[in-house]
């Protein structure tokens, strides 16, 4: 008999609690008051060039060392010919931007070659045409140029070729098909005839690219960044505005204007970590200031530049420019604003008007200094403040709260912020994915009436593995899933988001995780990407107010969610995230405005591993899917995968 009284208590407490957990919390949305708008700039992007993001990713050069500029002029060269067949030079021209090039001795009836290695290899597509360029001067005799595509077993896979050059220096074109899709081509020189002549700024671009746009952006990068709708486009960087010391710091003049004419520099990733040295890691700037400006323009996002407040990275020389000598620096940022807003008939708006933009860009905001701290950044940005405000008081300053996310130099920033009345003070953190949960309510006390947010740099740290794509698992994504949800429901005093770095290159990377796979051919977007995805696509106009027992869900029963309400299509988006390693259940009930039409969609992400991550190889381990849920009275029940995040768009009376 007590077996049996056993067994039966047993089964009802066991009973109960499925039951209780299938009922689930009631998530109590209020839809008749906005706490805030979400700004347009909410989810935005962080570009800075690391990991081959701009030079071998994003900017479709194929070329490494096209203009002979790196520190071994030939790198990424090499000679090939019979002996006697030629003699190669390196010549300076005392040309401060462009110093560099080559001289080439051609013995008669001799081939001399040059072969370029590209950026780890080139990645070319069969079918597809390639434009080559070549600024070359005949000197004395006659020579012919040989263009060729090679495969990795050294076979042509595309010519073309080049005469007639003239005892000027020109520019010549030409235009080739491939034959063959290859990860690792490269490309190959060959000069023949007698005589001298001298070459530079060798370049070899796919005809497709972004928008079809000659010597453009690799399209299928671009188009993952147009794909999130972001609000904002954080550009250089990072710590490459810095610079390892003031010399190599970003300086944006130097990137506009003639691409022949912009200064090469060392990128400085190029030997920050030891374990992943990059000795061929430089910066040509065919990735500029106004091709920056173009690409927002293009995906929709509010441009945001980051310039130098005179101080180089504090993690490296902590080189400080004095305060009395700071003037180029803040002139550097009123000459930026010129270009970017100027009418045509100022000097630097005449720039960007010859250079194929005669409309401004609409800059709207400028961050000064990027991870800077101490008295030392103070002392510089209340000067710049001074001179920008009284230049330019239409646009927004952003300042910084330095590499750390908590701490005395983070509050003694803060502090300083709200004395200088910054509008938008920068926020970094790089955690666990731990921290990411614990910290979601983050924001709940941050002062409303102070400086804005701006969580410029975030992403959840965990374990590492042998593939370089392996650091950005489930596990890191649904953290930081997390967390944004606690972004969203202090839309009130955080205004904009990015997740960093967004780019790397498989085969050259320094740091990860980041957003964005690729190699040669391919791209991928990580677990992580879907993510900030969900949320700049499912952005919504207005914060209210989702409560469970009258509080936030950030946390409880592991469950975290935020509510906000899309005014254009009149619905209530409702992102919730389950970290728990079990299903488990929501009810959504509305008070004030109810749902209307009979189904809302949910897109979901949910992954029983979390190690789980994405390939260049195998993209859709970890993906969004799409549902559609019929809407059955006023409580609206959602069944919440195990390790998920859903987002629900319910349409509601207008």
Known sequence: MKLKLLSFLICF????????????????????A????????????FFEDINFAADGGIYAELVKNRSFEFYKPLMGWKNI????????QIVNSQNENNPRFVQLQINDGKEFSLENEG???????????YDFSILARQTNGNTTLKIELLDSAGVAIGNSELKNFSGEWKKY????????????????LTFSGKGIIEIDLVSLFPEHTWKNRKNGLRADLVQKLADMKPGFLRFPGGCIVEGHELETRYQWKKTVGNVDERKLIVNRWNTE??????????????????????????????????LNCGMACEFNSSELVPLDKLDPYIQDILDLIEFANGAPTTKWGKLR???GHPTPFNLKMVGVGNEQWGTQYIDRLKIFLKVLREKHPEISFVGGSGPFSDGQDFDYLWSQMRELNVPLVDEHYYKSPEWFLKNASRYDNYDRKGPKVFAGEYAAHDKEGKDSESRNTWKSALAE??????????????????????FGNVNAWQWRPDLIWFDNLKSVGTPNYYVQKLFSTNKGTDLVSALVDGKPLAGQDSLYASACIDAATSELIVKMVNVAKKPNVLNLQMDGKQAAGKELTLQIIANSNLGAYNKVGNPEEVAPVERKQKITGKRIVVNLDASSLTVARIPIRK
């Open 273 to 306: 970590f030891s374990y992943r040295n990059a000795p061929d890691y430089f910066q040509s700037y065919g990735l500029g200031f106004y091709e920056y400006f173009l690409l927002c323009e293009d995906i929709g996002a509010s441009p945001l530049p980051i």
């Open 173 to 188: 074109e030409t235009k080739f098909s491939c034959s063959k899709t290859q990860a690792k081509a490269s490309l190959r």
């Open 119 to 129: 950026f780890r290899g080139m990645g070319v597509v069969a079918g597809e045409n």
């Open 481 to 502: 899933a997390a967390l944004m949800t606690g972004l969203e429901r202090n839309a009130d005093v955080v205004y904009m988001a990015s997740y960093a770095p967004l």
């Open 34 to 45: 906005i706490i805030a708008p979400i700004q347009p700039t909410m989810w935005g992007l």
């Open 81 to 88: 010919g019979e002996e006697y067949a030629g003699q190669l």
């Open 13 to 32: 407490f066991v009973i109960g609690q499925f039951t209780g957990n299938a009922q689930g919390k009631s998530l109590i949305i209020n839809t008749k």
């Open 353 to 355: 008007a010859d250079m």
